[in-house]
């Protein structure tokens, strides 16, 4: 299990890396005691967006599938634990939301990724009928103001954001709760981060991962070699849709509230520009390209929205041009072969 | 002696065009045999159908005493069958090693896996290359990773569409023992060829194929003896 931490579908495989790896987790873990807490709470606000963009990862670098339904997903967890919250009472429930929420997301995956391998939708198909899913849903529930788009208790509430959910909490001795906003959302993120991103690297490793891969190099050819394309590729998307579900959960839990401009364009299109920047063949590249862009983003949008606008275009374009297996994997291969130049290097 | 695989009246039109026309071939367990006839004959469309990617206008195809008309490509490999088709196609971004480890993992545990990966890469003589490209290799290497891929499922019944195409004469000839060799080891062979000497060399029975109909079949000496399938390939010797 542990060996497979490492093998031929991930960069950084060695000493050097597992090194960098700890001390950026320990100063991750220290960080909250040193930054004030608004700051904690923003990063933590960035770490959420993460898990959608490592499942895009997954589909697109590692399975081929250029998935622009990440939002979709996104969305239908994001309510769903809206939803869910609000009826099935605040407290402990409220990570059972968050599960459902989940389930839910994979659910709908499993059902549309079904009809489309399964009707041998690819290519740029693929990409078209994910984004018109996505934009049928945005603008389904842009249109829910009235009084009668309700479930249970909660009340979808059109473009105006369904809102009143209790954000992720738990009961804890003495009666007080533990909610999780502010650092324990922080710590919270960084235990799922860690979770979802090793497990990533050990299932890409694995035998899993090399028929993935080889699917998307050659889907006949893998057939020929006894692989059950449709299936392999069935279980990739739920998986890469199921990761824009937790951040859809999160991210209602984190704002107490969602609106369809989560799911709609802009927004479905930013996990492609992070994925595509840091580069979609990489997991860990799209682990810290997503983050830093996410930081640069909030960085600029402080001082103007239409800067950071125009960044997010530049980038995309700087990338498809420039470096078009993304900025974070060209640095990394460029320091991996300075380091072997060094290490041949005699003396 | 029993028969792997058998066709019944296969065919396969594209459009208003019978590649293929109600075929009946046989091979049997342990044989070694060659399928030949000019280009165009529809010999790879026979191929196709016997392996899954193209389904068939009509007839039915059975394996192992199996009716597998119906059945995809992945179930049939997993039943005994693997293939080398015309056209190579490896995974051409992976590493070679990668490429080869691909294919065995699927029925190799993780333990004997790097052994055999080596034996392989060694037999292939691709050891060298292994951390190379597919896509970097020559066309003749590829051809041979295509051959490691296919052999590395330990199949039953292998299927090869002109295996020595682009391969020098040299080469050639160790293809040709290396096949004896797996066939001595209990691996059926149906090989799809130009090549006559290599025929020769390999081959057992033969049938001919011509405009998409069996055109003549039998033992190698008979075949090759017969005026009629000499003159269907005069003049056409050239054509590939
Ligand atoms: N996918 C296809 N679509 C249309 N025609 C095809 C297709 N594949 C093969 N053919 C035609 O079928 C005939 C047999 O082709 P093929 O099986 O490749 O012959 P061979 O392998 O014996 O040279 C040829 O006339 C070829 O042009
Ligand atoms: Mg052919």
Redesign the pocket.
Known sequence: MFKLLNGPQTLGNGRAFWICFFLVLIIALAYPFFADSYDVGNFAYFLIWVFMALGLCLMWGYGGMLSFGQTFFFGIAGYSYGVLAINLGGGGMTFVALGLAILLAALSALILGYFMIWGRVGGVFFGIVTLSATLVLAFFVGQTAGPEWRVGEARLNGYNGMKGMEPLNIPWFGGESIYFEGSSLYYLAIALILLVYLGLRVLLNSRFGNVIVAIREDPQRAELLGYDVRKYQLITFVIGSALAGLSGALYTSWGQFITPSSIGLPAAAMPIVWVAFSGRGDITATLIGTFLILVAFQTITVHSQQAALILMGAMLLATVMLAPQGFVIGVARSIGRLVKRRGQAPG | MAEILQTAQVS?T??G?A??SDVDISVNEGEIHCLI????????????LVIGT?LPSGGSISFRGENVTQRRPYERVKRGMSIKM?TPSVFKELPVRQNIHIALQHHIGRAALAREEERLLTLLELAPDATKPAGALSHGQQQWLEIGMALALKPALMLL??PTAGMSPEETFRTGELIKQLNADGMTMLI?EHDMAFVRQIAQRVTV?HF?KVFARGAIGEILADPRVAEIYLGKTHE?
């Open positions: 396969k594209f459009g065009l590649a293929v006839g000019p280009n165009g004959a529809g010999k790879s469309t026979l191929f196709k193209y015309q569409d002109e799809v194929m998409g590939h």
